[in-house]
């Protein structure tokens, strides 16, 4: 134990800001950066202006919400975010008779807002490091599973005992490898609402041909709002319900900005694994990523083809596949940008400098060789069922009716068990969400696709290789030539979807709310097959404990052996919590005699319009492009209105929706992709190559204002406008 503290200790003294451009930063390590650089850059701001544990700083306009990240720009709870964020809010209340994501949404007053169905927006609160919490509920006797339970039972109850107030929500996250642990406590709003949404010829325009492509002309935004109740409590939407008003905001500059211009953004990344060991990266690529493109691949043509048969199939199916071509696209980029960049044998040669600088030492030199070792044969052992683990997420996670039934015999299983000692996600904690997911699927449930879809993956799962056999399928099966049993799959499936009553909100209810003697004797057919899958499923669930166990003691040893090699230029790799980081306005170069400028303009706009989808300018822009009334939205040095823009900005998914804020503090973009060029990012950051996508804020003002005359959003707006 007292070894494990003191690792803690040296690891926390090691981990220095590196100070390049790069890097996503924790707010809590602000005071480290070398702001008297940043302040020669163009930064106005001092630490506590952007964050403090006591006064909150800018960071309090920064919210998270629908996988991405958005900002309060008005006393009134607006917010500003992407359109792809809002995305399936949009989908969510698009009919035949309106179309929203087509035609676009406007509320001219506040009783015409329309609920973001299923979205709950989370606003930060505060940040405590509870590192020696949690480290020490370990001993170094532990198995890898137990130390793995031990930290999520300590996790467990550090969470119960700060959400106390059942507005609070609270996440404990990891850091370097699971040498650093820190309690994120939000206020969780659960009444979220549609102001303004442009068509998708604006806020996608381009679609998947220009997604992650520079140039780009997207209006990738969307405004919401967000509500409480009278007494400022949080609530579930009502028309009683009022406005949200926000501890901070932020202002917007119409001011514009130009090349070299400093800018910072605050946002939530998803995951970046710039941290990650040679072995874990082998194992992404060459193992992870074919099976996972050969899928998505396989998966969009089954659901581009059910989409074609009926219009409003395609409304419901669009959410689901615009998040398929999304990392479709990213991951084929990842893929090329390793093989261009050969960062696998960068990684491995690092390592290898790594056991060359401690080989004069042999102590350092035998810690070195065991952890890379242990990693070694850790992922060699992890590969062996990687094809059944894969199988078993995507069916589950795709594939809606039996997403229910497994979701509801897994929280059978553990109401039968004391709250603190359930699965994470099935304690009374996650009860309401978990409720109101029975119900929000619902708009988008299409049974006859959802039947073909699991039927795709069941016919996978017969072909895995031996060792690796899904039993609850093969049981299915069992005995049968091949031709039988495919013709035994088809009837097995068509069974479930004939005989379940999953396919209501009212039902799913019925079955959450039974004990487990209960729903086994519904003899449903869905959830009867997901309790023989339960076994697999647990299997893999253990299996995984054993390895995330092994590698919270593996990764904060090698954490520290670079630490002690690079003088502490470490910085931790992102995990969905709030980050900071900040950068320039700047063109680039992907290759040799091309250069990129730093913005795109409205004619570019309508230059690409081709009067078809993904390039089908809408006829309001195109009228109001024909009138060049620009209003104070030109801008001179470009010679015209300004579309996106680029930064060097260090963003990844989850990122989506952050605000791009000048050196003043104010609101002149929204990020909402990186470049094709820059995809490797998320493993290594190249400030040659690596771009943040933004779209400016004349141009959102420009469309509000001039193009679809949204008088009382502009005025609401105008207030906080700094000109």
Known sequence: ??????????????????????GMWLLNDLEKLPFDSLHSKGLKLSPPDIFSPNTGGLAEAVITFGGGTGSFVSSDGLILTNHHVAYTAIQRQSKLEHDYLEKGFYAASKDKELPAIGYDLYVLQSIENVTGQVLGALNEKMTDLERYLAIE???????????????????????????????????????????????????????????????????????????????????????????????????????????????????????????????????????????????????????????????????????????????????????????RSGLLEKKIDQENQLQNFFSKDKTSAKECATVLGALDNLYKENIKSQQKDFLLGWITNYCDFLRFATSIYKWDLEKQKPDLQREPGYQDRDTSETVQWLKTSQVNLVPKTD???????????????????????????????????????????????????LGTVEQRHKMFRMDLTQLEASNDPFINFAKKLEKDREQVRTKNKEFRGALTRLEPELMQLYARWK????????????????????????????????????????EKNTGKEPFDVPEELQKAYAKKDWGTYWDKSINGVPVDFLTDLDITNGNSGSPVVDGRGRLVGVAFDGNYEGMTSDYQYNPQTSRTISVDIRYILYLVDKVYQAQSLIEELSAKISR
């Open 567 to 606: 003088n502490g230029r470490l910085y931790p790799d992102a995990n969905s919590t709030i980050r900071f980081n900040y950068g320039k306005v700047r063109d680039f170069k992907p290759r040799d005699a091309v250069t990129y400028s730093c913005f795109t303009t409205l004619s570019g706009v309508i």
């Open 1 to 22: 134990m007292t070894r494990i503290l003191l690792l803690c200790f040296v690891i926390a003294l090691a981990f220095l800001p590196t100070f390049a451009d790069e």
């Open 153 to 339: 039972k300590i996790s467990k109850e550090i969470i119960a005992k700060a959400e106390k107030d059942p507005d609070l929500e609270c996440d404990l996250a990891s850091m370097y490898g699971g040498s650093q642990y820190y309690l994120y406590t939000y206020f969780k709003i659960k009444d979220l609402r549609l102001v303004f949404a442009p068509p998708r010829s604006i806020g996608d325009f381009g679609g998947e041909i220009d997604n992650w492509i520079w140039p780009r002309h997207a209006g990738d935004f969307t405004f919401l709002r967000a509500y409480v109740a009278p007494d400022g409590k949080s609530a579930e939407y009502s028309p009683e319900n009022v406005a949200y008003h926000p501890k901070k905001y932020l202002k917007i500059s119409a001011a514009g900005i130009k090349e070299g211009d400093f800018v910072f953004l605050m946002g939530y990344p998803g995951r970046t694994r710039r941290n990650d060991s040679s072995y874990e990266i082998e194992k992404t690529l060459k193992h992870d990523y074919p099976l996972d493109l050969k899928t998505r691949l396989e998966l969009i043509a089954l659901l581009e083809k059910e989409s074609k048969t009926d219009k409003n199939i395609a409304i419901k199916l669009s959410s689901r596949l615009k998040g398929l071509y999304n990392y479709l696209k990213k991951n084929q980029g990842i893929v090329e940008g390793f093989a």
């Open 451 to 501: 039947q073909k879809v699991l039927l795709f993956f069941l016919e996978k799962a017969l072909q895995l290789p031996p060792g690796q056999k899904i039993q609850a399928v093969e049981e299915l099966v069992k005995g049968q030539s091949p031709k039988a049993r495919n013709q035994a799959l088809k009837n097995f499936v068509a069974g479930l979807y004939k005989g379940t009553k």
